[in-house]
T-cell receptor
């Protein structure tokens, strides 16, 4: 049983560029979450999928952010026209039913 | 709105000391879950425990123990005989109850625990 995986682990980009992150949840987990964590803070919820349906989005998820989970398997999080304020660790978590969430290693984004 | 407060930003102790990490939460829900996660220097959040709001029994797992007191809205975490490997950032979190939406986690700001040899 492999855990949650995320790719890439690190991404450095220039302001204004688009970036896309991928999350592969634990295989039997139907729930998938994205969180963002800035330095010295706890993770903050961004969005949630149950299977392929995106059921909840945080106000933190501006219109530059979009997330998908085609076929209810892996998920992608895209940020368009990146800004320096987008620099953070982006964490993906998955769970089965309504049980505890298991987190991936995160993607650290640096916007120059 | 739900809120989790971890007032201790950093704690530093010498190995083998006992240490308690405080967590206070706010919620209007009558049923909810409480969690503790560990984030070692590698960055990956590691699940430690989940507690149902109906279950106020304290729990012990090896050197770890948790004290849930609904009357004071606290869910404190104690490490007994601390070890250097316990050094990490520890997060307390809260989620809505079963059957009520996304059950997204609301995290505290974390407590950085350093165990010195």
């Amino acid at each position: 049983d492999t855990g949650v995986s995320q790719d890439p682990r690190h991404k450095i980009t220039k302001r204004g560029q688009n970036v896309t992150f991928r999350c592969d949840p634990i295989s039997e987990h139907n729930r998938l979450y994205w969180y963002r964590q800035t330095l010295g803070q706890g993770p903050e919820f961004l969005t949630y999928f149950q299977n392929e349906a995106q059921l909840e989005k945080s106000r933190l998820l501006s219109d530059r952010f979009s997330a998908e989970r085609p076929k209810g398997s892996f998920s992608t999080l895209e940020i368009q026209r990146t800004e320096q304020g987008d620099s953070a660790m982006y964490l993906c978590a998955s769970s089965t039913g309504e049980n505890e969430q298991f987190f991936g290693p995160g993607t650290r984004l640096t916007v120059l | 709105a739900q809120k989790v407060t971890q007032a201790q930003t950093e704690i530093s102790v010498v190995e083998k000391e006992d240490v308690t990490l405080d967590c206070v939460y706010e919620t209007r829900d009558t049923t909810y879950y409480l969690f503790w996660y560990k984030q070692p220097p590698s960055g990956e959040l590691v699940f430690l425990i989940r507690r149902n709001s109906f279950d106020e029994q304290n729990e012990i797992s090896g050197r770890y123990s948790w004290n849930f007191q609904k009357s004071t809205s606290s869910f404190n975490f104690t490490i007994t005989a601390s070890q250097v490997v316990d050094s990490a950032v520890y997060f307390c979190a809260l989620s809505e109850a079963r059957g009520r939406g996304a059950q997204k986690l609301v995290f505290g700001q974390g407590t950085r625990l350093t165990i010195n040899p």
